[in-house]
């Protein structure tokens, strides 16, 4: 397998924020990509990553930018004062020195090739398995729907594995193409994977803001896809028609709506209530460039049985910055992000 020089951040910011790109949209359970967003190792011909009819992730929900938005909530992260630092695939960087966070929560798929990538057959790593118990629907890891949302159903000592499993391929990949340096040269570099601190989590999160939320502007103009409704019938489990759901979404785009942008149990029309978490690109990025930090799936951190950021099944207040989650065990409600640092270990 190879790098894809779209995703293995070197010299461009912008390759590294996959939401940013000129490839116009971020990657979708219809149109997954040819290379793993994670580790930028080519998918060509694996299961489950070729392209499938359907309306993609990315094109249900609008947020439309109002007079009475932040400045600062549709604007793209500035970056470019950092665009000369190495980073890993799928990192934003939070420093000048190296280190980084996951645009996005590992989502179904990205797991999917860890399984895949850790197995001496074609299978799956059984070890690995979310547990069906654990899943918000039974279908939510196998059915490709889900393919792009958030993988959850997992322990603490999964999490860690995938981190250490990334450290690895990624690591040698990089110093294989680009740095041609054995383990012992000083051109040698260790790009290392692991679950944020509490702390860093909290900064990441945050955005320099200051603000409880991350922002001062959580409620947003929205408008529902009319062409969604067979989407958004799946994912909320409704009853009704295709039809009457879509003629109900162009009902409720005339009415001007707005929609808190977090992902919590806030209170929907039928068509939006969520059975699941969501599409882990959902919504403007924060000001690092991070994508549903507060909401969606909570989120594992170093310190076991803690979580961050809250989740679709919490209320507003939960998804504070500052608001901790406990787990003692897989939950259909819990992911991960993964941290990264990159250091030459050889150099004094």
Known sequence: MSFSSARLILSSICLSTLGACAVGHTPSSSLPGSYSATTGLST???PNWDPIPGLNDWDVIYFRQSANSCKDTFLLPPLSKWSDLRLGPGIVPL???GFGI???EISNLEWKFFQQQTTPDTGLNEAMQPLAAALPVPEYYADRFYHRYP???????Q???FCRWRSRVVTAEYN???SHADSLSQGYVRILYRLPTEAEWEIAAQGQSGLPYGSSCLNQPVQINPKAADYLKRRSGSQETSQQIRADIESYNRSQPSRVMINYAQKEPYFLRQTTPGYV????PNAFGLY??????????QEQGITKGGSYLDPLEACTIKARGSYSGPAPHIGFRCASEVSYPNRK
């Open 176 to 178: 294989k193409l680009y």
């Open 151 to 157: 993988v959850v159903g997992i322990s603490w000592e």
């Open 95 to 97: 420093n000048n020195s």
């Open 102 to 104: 996951d645009e996005a």
């Open 281 to 284: 690109w959902q919504g403007p």
């Open 159 to 161: 999490a860690d594995a």
């Open 292 to 301: 549903q930090a507060l909401g969606n799936a909570a989120e594992m951190v």
């Open 44 to 46: 060509n011909g694996l």
